[in-house]
């Protein structure tokens, strides 16, 4: 047995529960999932935000009464929820069918970085599943792929094994997401056993109705990349440099934003914290280079540089970093949904020029999120692992602050990494973004711009009343 289960089943953590209420609990949000799983379209807001609600309602009395003694019994719960989902076609986003078509290509011998679905569909090669009614259900059929190799080798395993079922290629790709989001829990529980933080703080994880939802219900491959990034953090605070890196890249190739939080890996590989004392911007830079040990890092990213090469090598050739990167400059010029301060950059800008200008606001904030986190990296303080979550929390919040586009799984990294840290405003932001799914429920589709205002007033208002309280109060939800 390992060490973890035993520690947990010494202090009591496994036990059932005696009493009738947490069952009937669980039985209503195991209802509640298997009515959204298979009732509740992306239209369908009111019943949609109804189930929702009662979901987090109950997620938030879970966690403020639990007991040490209740815990197994409601991770146990958690498992069972993403289990009901895994088996259940998604409803709430369109995304599986370019997975299933990204899968096809792959498993026919196409690259799907250098094709344009719009383009094969008139053009051709002719591959066996990509017709009519699969590109009719496609929801970006003029943009190329933007997504990595893991999740493109997930792809095309569920296609390999069902080319001519849906269904089946969506289970299997929700099967893989169901293992990493295991995976993650038992990760999260260690992580909390190491740090010496209340382990009850898994819940806001495990039992958390957005993550559940849009992980194994809808296909959202942050699943992998947080699993794969408490793997690489674990293996790190283990001493394990090297399959922590490893992990890192496997981050990477799931989703790129963990590209962000490189920086902050820099300083706790050598960086001896007493030496980051200096005052002054150019002081503080100064100190942060000399301190560093550049060959323990030069190792731990060249390897995680080498890895993620080997992994995206099966897609490389003389186009892939044009298409690719024309995907990604398209997402930050193009796409916009439930953003804050772009918005009101927006605004600003109908207000001077007459029109949107997204295409000059997009790049200059994701330049902004990079000079706010290499910011970040300089002013830091402290520089042990166990305050590396919190400053990744401040990396990922500033780039949701600045991009154009913010989707309810987004939030997926803020709730997840909040667990190791003081502040609890992402469940909140993970409570309140599901409002934005009216959008959907016009004739028309149609941003309801109220609903951002509420939700960002919210959230902020939460931001700002932990930061005042200050780092020896307890979280608003404790």
Not at 203 to 215: D, G
Request: hydrophobic share 55%; charged share 10%; with cysteine.
């Amino acid at each position: 047995m390992s060490d973890w289960v035993k520690q947990l089943r010494e202090m009591g953590a496994l036990a059932l529960p005696s009493r009738l209420s947490p069952w009937g609990l669980a039985f209503l949000m195991v209802l509640a999932v298997l009515y959204l799983g298979t009732q509740v379209g992306q239209s369908d807001f009111y019943p949609l935000i109804s189930s929702y609600s009662f979901l987090f309602l109950a997620y938030l009395w879970i966690y403020q009464t639990t007991k040490l003694s209740d815990l197994g019994f409601w991770l146990g719960l958690a498992i069972v929820l993403r289990l009901a989902l895994v088996f259940l076609f998604p409803l709430l986003s369109d995304d599986v069918y370019r997975f299933i078509w990204d899968g096809l290509l792959v498993t026919n011998g196409y690259n799907p970085f250098n094709y344009l679905p719009s383009d094969l569909i008139t053009e051709g090669p002719v591959v066996p599943g990509l017709d009519q009614s699969l590109y009719d259900a496609l929801n970006s059929p003029e943009y190329f792929t933007i997504y990595p190799p893991i999740a493109q080798a997930t792809f095309a395993v569920a296609t390999y094994l069902f080319p001519n079922s849906w269904y089946g290629a969506a289970v299997v790709m929700k099967l893989f997401l169901f293992a990493f989001e295991v995976g993650s829990l038992i990760l999260i529980l260690q992580l909390l056993l190491h740090w010496g933080l209340p382990l009850k703080n898994s819940l806001l994880y495990a039992l958390n109705p957005l993550i559940i939802i849009e992980v194994c219900g809808n296909l959202h491959y942050e699943g992998a990349m947080v699993f794969f990034l408490l793997l690489s953090i674990w293996l790190v605070v283990k001493g394990r440099y090297w399959f922590s890196s490893a992990m890192l890249a496997f981050s990477v190739a799931s989703k790129l934003l963990p590209l962000m939080f490189f920086p902050f890996w820099v300083k706790r590989l050598g960086l001896r914290p007493e030496n980051s004392k200096s005052v002054g911007l150019l002081g503080q830079l100064w100190q942060a280079i000399i301190a560093i040990d550049f060959k323990k890092n030069l190792l731990y990213f060249l390897l995680c540089f080498i890895i993620l090469l080997g992994l995206f090598f099966p897609l490389l050739n003389g186009v892939f970093i044009q298409n690719f990167g024309d995907s990604i400059g398209l997402y930050f010029q193009k796409f916009e949904f439930n953003a804050s301060v772009y918005y009101l950059l927006r605004w600003i800008g109908y207000q001077t020029k007459g029109y949107n200008l997204i295409a000059t606001i997009g790049p200059r904030l994701a330049l902004g999120t990079f000079t706010g986190i290499i910011l970040l990296f300089l002013w830091e303080r402290k520089v042990d692992w166990k305050s590396l979550p919190v400053k990744l929390l401040w990396a990922i919040c500033l780039y949701l602050l600045f991009t154009t586009t913010v989707h309810p799984w987004y939030t997926s990294l803020p709730i997840v990494l909040c667990l190791f840290t003081r502040f609890r405003f992402p469940i909140l932001w993970s409570g309140l973004i599901y409002l934005t799914y009216i959008n959907y429920s016009y004739p028309s589709y149609h941003e309801n711009l109220t609903v951002v205002a509420l939700e960002y007033s919210l959230v902020f208002g939460m931001f700002l009343l932990e930061l005042i309280r200050g780092r020896n109060a307890k979280p608003l939800l404790s």
